[in-house]
Nanobody, 115 residues
């Protein structure tokens, strides 16, 4: 079955960095777009970053452009989100996701940025 396991979240001070990982299984990872979303308390889930199957094209939410970088390793079935210059407003649960006819989600990893 399709499964995503996120890791790498935690507590960090403003200005710090974290690297999230999402290990995927149960489908042909190298042929699908992958997306990171986040959901802050009391807010709707929002798209953070998106990457095409070969990694040749990426897109970012305006709020994270220049600070976050999405990448993938198709040999490891893993997508990453490098987050630099973190701000308190980046505090959220981060999810990796893919559209495989229906949208699949991981369980999420908490990122907390203290001021």
């Amino acid at each position: 079955q399709v499964q995503f396991v996120e890791s790498g979240g935690g507590l960090v001070q403003a200005g710090g960095s974290l690297r999230l990982s999402c290990a995927a299984s149960g489908f042909t990872f190298s042929t699908y777009d992958m997306t990171w979303y986040r959901q802050a308390p009391g807010k709707e889930r929002e798209l953070v970053a998106h990457i095409t199957p070969t990694g040749g094209s990426t897109n970012y939410a305006d709020s994270v452009k220049g600070r976050f970088t999405i990448s993938r390793d198709n040999a490891k079935n893993t997508v990453y989100l490098q987050m630099n210059s973190l701000k308190p407003e980046d505090t959220a649960v981060y999810y990796c996701s893919a559209w495989l006819g229906v949208r699949y989600w991981g369980q999420g990893t908490q990122v907390t940025v203290s001021s």
